[in-house]
């Protein structure tokens, strides 16, 4: 039998042994033996083993993302998360949902009924068949275009029909990998929530009533799982997913889907904790003595307006982590606080918490030569100035607008490096089943709302991150974000000649500290927070705080 050519069909385990002798010419049972899914037995050379191997990795030119599992198994919750975080990691990638493809060539008054999903119903059957091959089709064309992944959703439940998938991506191009993810669940309790998280947004059920809906989605499962074939490793490369990630296989997985698609998939979950971003607090003007006069955006502390953010941000956090675990159910758990390295940043969270992590992959974006001397220093705007260094750098402005993702600031960085540098601080906030909040600065800001807006990442640069301002994101039951702006009003607290409270010293966010040392750490004071009205009793508290400067 000849040799394959389709990428999906990958060594066997155990084979790590075998010859190097060509495979064309092995004998059925050899060490260098393959499994091709439905087609049975094949040998394969060292030197074409490699090959495959080498399609899986940063250099393929495309790969197809095949997912797999029953109705309600998350499969398409998944694909958008998963298409949202390669596209922002600079993969242009695109999901192809076989349902639409359906309802888009029959109705889904007649194609959303269970019987349609019948093995026995030929017809109904054949159709299905066409739609997923329509979605195939359109997936290839889009990698042809240069995308690099595309993410086939569907059941893709038997052997047959992903064996047939492989056959047509083989066959369209040698340079295209196939990598089938799988989402198993037993949970009880996690299928019947998201049944009827389905019936409630599937356009199929739209002129049902919800119990007429979760019966017939109920018939529909129960037919696909008569049919239902789990993914095998002699079928390629793959990733199980079970029970909502806690227990992840993966099979000949390399290269970038190692790297990038495996910790993202271990990391997303279901949960609907809020999220908060947030612009550090506004610093001392320059001149004022507060921090270098050329680098003040690294070294300035918080002035009145700044510190006053800090105190409307805590009562923010507070009251919405509160909203938020009522509205759950359950007691309270801490909210993971992360700022960036910045004294405003760290001095911005003073009045909210009593630990937080300081992340330098936060900072802004290295400015190199460009931001030297005065974009650090006079930027008044929301946005970084980029009409002033079109005027002084309209060399480096027009190389820019060619490619604001890589374009990368003379001696600085690019926004992709900063998107690379932030990669970890997303995974551990796609992680968390806590409230989060993120202090940081605008670059670093506008990328991450990209994100969460889903927004092409060649336009981050030119999106407004208003001050004193948190960007609230809601993770929905889709797997997509709703986003809204909360304005915190900096004019609402009293200035602290008005409260009658020693200035600060030696913290650049609480007007309120005392230079009382809370313990052996020289850098732990003794702060009380506020007593606005606007706070309420609940901040009147005396809280160990750790000194930012
Ligand atoms: N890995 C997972 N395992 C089980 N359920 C999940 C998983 N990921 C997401 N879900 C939940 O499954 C629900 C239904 O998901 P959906 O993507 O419509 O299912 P499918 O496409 O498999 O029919 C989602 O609202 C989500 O809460
Ligand atoms: O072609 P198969 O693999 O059955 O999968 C596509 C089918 O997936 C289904 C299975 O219920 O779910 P969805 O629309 O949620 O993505 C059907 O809509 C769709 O026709």
New binding site residues.
């Given amino acids: 039998m000849a040799a394959p050519s389709g990428a999906h069909r990958l060594p066997m385990e155990g084979d790590a042994q075998a010859s190097p002798a060509s495979g064309s010419n092995m004998s059925p049972g050899s060490s260098d033996e393959y499994y091709s899914g439905a087609t049975g037995k094949v040998s394969l050379a060292a030197s074409e083993r490699q090959a495959l191997r080498e399609r899986l990795t940063p250099d393929a030119a495309g790969i197809v993302l095949c997912m797999v599992?029953?109705?309600?198994?998350?499969?398409?919750?998944?694909s958008r998360k998963v298409e949202r975080f390669l596209n922002w990691r600079g993969f242009s990638t695109k999901s192809f949902n076989v349902g639409m493809y359906r309802r888009d060539a029959v109705d889904p008054e007649r194609s959303g009924r269970s019987d349609y999903f019948d093995a026995e119903n030929s017809t109904a059957l054949a159709a299905r068949q066409e739609a997923a091959m329509k979605a195939l089709i359109d997936a290839l064309v889009f990698l042809d275009d240069g995308g690099k992944f595309a993410i086939l959703?569907a059941t893709n439940s038997t052997l047959q029909r992903r064996h047939m998938i492989g056959e047509k991506v083989a066959a369209h191009s040698r340079q295209y990998s196939l990598i089938f993810i799988e989402?198993l669940?037993d949970d009880e309790e996690?299928l019947e929530?998201?049944m009827s998280?389905?019936v409630q947004f599937s356009p199929d059920f739209k002129n049902m009533t919800s119990e007429q809906a979760l019966a017939d989605l109920k018939i529909r499962i129960a037919k696909y799982a008569e049919v239902y074939e789990p993914v095998q490793d002699h079928e390629g490369a793959s990733i199980k997913?079970f029970?909502?990630?806690s227990k992840v296989m993966a099979n000949h997985c390399y290269g970038r889907v190692a790297k990038s698609i495996l910790p993202f998939l271990m990391a997303i979950h279901?949960g609907g904790r809020p999220i908060w971003l947030v612009r550090a607090g506004a610093g001392q003007p320059p001149g004022t003595g507060q921090g270098s006069p050329t680098r003040h955006d690294r070294t300035s502390r918080l002035s009145e307006e700044g510190r006053s953010l800090a105190i409307g941000l805590a009562a923010f956090v507070r009251r919405r982590a509160d909203e938020y675990w009522r509205s759950i159910g359950k007691p309270q758990e801490p909210t993971l606080v992360i700022t960036s390295t910045m004294p405003r940043a760290v001095a911005s969270v003073c009045y909210t918490t009593l630990v937080h992590d300081q992340r330098s992959a936060l900072n802004p974006v290295d400015k190199g030569a460009i931001g030297e001397g005065w974009w650090d220093v006079e930027c008044p705007s929301d946005v970084p100035p980029w009409k002033e260094v079109e005027f002084r750098h309209p060399e480096f402005m027009a190389q820019w607008r060619k490619n604001p993702v890589r374009c990368h600031f003379p001696g600085g960085e690019s926004y992709n490096d900063v998107v690379m540098r932030l990669e970890g601080v997303l995974l551990d906030v796609e992680m968390c089943t806590t409230p989060v909040l993120i202090v940081s600065h605008v670059t670093t800001l506008q990328l991450l709302v990209a994100y969460f807006r889903g927004i092409p990442l060649d336009q981050a640069w030119e999106l407004p991150v208003p001050r004193n301002t948190v960007f609230e994101v809601l993770p929905t039951?889709?797997?997509s974000f709703h986003c809204e702006e909360h304005r915190i009003d900096t004019s609402a607290f009293p200035s602290p000649e008005e409260e009658g409270e020693a200035p600060a010293v030696g913290c650049g966010g609480g007007r309120t500290c005392s230079v009382d040392f809370e313990n052996s750490n020289p850098h732990a004071k003794r702060q009380r927070v506020a007593t606005s009205e606007d706070l309420g009793a609940a901040y009147c508290r005396c809280l160990p705080v750790a000194c930012p400067v």
Wanted: some cysteine; glycine content about 16%; proline content about 8%.
């Fill in positions: 599992g029953l109705p309600a198994r998350g499969k398409s919750f998944i959703d989402a669940c996690v929530a998201n998280t389905k997913l029970n909502l990630s279901i039951p889709g797997g």
